[in-house]
């Protein structure tokens, strides 16, 4: 498998489990979230915590339907992501298609993320509320806990 493509996997697997993923970054790497409505959108350093760590995924997303490809120089991962929107009311779950491109330096780091999405595509899903009492069956229990 590809460097690049086992470390996209890397990358999302490590996000849903709000683990630190400083490892797969260069020490300067940026991100910017390219959604049709954020048409100016500008890149941004990915912000470390004090430690050194970056970690995303606060919101508990789950990736599922998950196709990652790479080659010289990229890596991309397409994606089905169910999340809470709302900081607020964290049980409301909405799921959105999504496309991530990663820039790969010659030593397999990433240098820049770019997140695409079509925000007017977003379906609301069951709460967590309901998935927790175990009507959606195991899988959903599973998600509920993440």
């Known amino acids: ?9 890397q990358l999302f697997d490590n996000i849903m489990l709000y683990e630190d993923i ?17 048409p100016g959108a500008k890149y941004a350093e990915l912000k470390r915590s004090k430690t050194g760590e970056i970690k995303l ?19 991309v991962e397409l994606h089905t992501v169910t999340l809470s929107a709302n900081a607020r009311k964290p049980e409301r779950r909405y799921r959105l298609e999504v496309a991530v491109l990663c820039e790969v330096a010659p030593s397999g780091s990433f240098t820049r ?23 959606a069956g195991g899988a959903a229990t599973k998600a509920a806990r993440l």
């Open 57 to 75: 995924g606060e919101e508990g997303p789950i990736y599922t339907n998950r196709r990652p490809f790479a080659g010289d120089g990229w890596a």
């Open 22 to 38: 400083s490892s797969l970054f260069s020490d300067r790497a940026d991100s910017a979230q390219m959604f049709s409505t954020n």
């Open 113 to 135: 993320l770019a997140e695409y999405g079509e925000p007017g595509a977003i379906k609301r899903v069951a709460d967590l509320a309901l998935l927790a009492g175990g009507g």
């Open 1 to 9: 498998m590809h460097i690049g493509k086992r470390r996209i996997t």
